[in-house]
């Protein structure tokens, strides 16, 4: 599994014009899911969405998790992370998750992020999607399990 994540002041997810999901302070995951991927590495994805430390504390360091900040989440599947791009001038997906195994492993990711945390938005899988993100910092690191 990759996961994009970018501290976000705010985003948003619209599809054909209807906002889907919003929150405001917080983190902005994108996700891809591949193949190999099961429920320990939504587990563990999870952890580590909630507790990675990209917050400033006090002292302006990134010290603090959204855990702690208590900011909110916003799941976006995006199967596009999961490409192949190291040769040619194309991207290959055989490396992505198929749909159903991405959609199940989605939900899953989403449902257990809404038991363990009090603000938690997603875009809806396999529709096209607009983002809206204003990047605090900018931050932006992938996490891969």
């Known amino acids: 599994m990759k996961v994009l994540i970018q501290r976000a002041a705010m985003a948003r997810v619209t599809v054909a014009g209807e906002e889907v999901g919003a929150i405001g302070q917080g983190l902005l995951a994108l996700v891809g899911i591949e193949p190999q991927d099961g429920p320990e590495s939504v587990e563990r994805m999870l952890q580590r969405l909630l507790n990675y430390r990209v917050f400033a504390d006090a002292e302006g360091r990134m010290n ?3 855990a702690q900040v208590g900011g909110g989440l916003l799941l976006v599947s995006q199967f596009t992370l999961a490409a192949d791009t190291k040769s040619g001038l194309r ?6 998750a ?6 199940a492993l989605f939900e899953a990711l989403l449902a257990l992020a809404r038991e363990r ?7 809806r899988f396999g529709a096209h999607m607009q983002v809206e993100l204003v990047n605090d910092g900018p931050v932006t690191f992938l996490l891969e399990t």
Not at 91 to 96: D, E, I, L, N
Not at 98 to 103: E, K, S, T, V
């Open 64 to 66: 603090l998790s959204l």
């Open 91 to 96: 991207p290959s997906f055989s490396s992505a």
């Open 98 to 103: 198929p749909p159903a195994h991405g959609q």
């Open 117 to 123: 945390h009090p603000q938690v938005a997603a875009g």
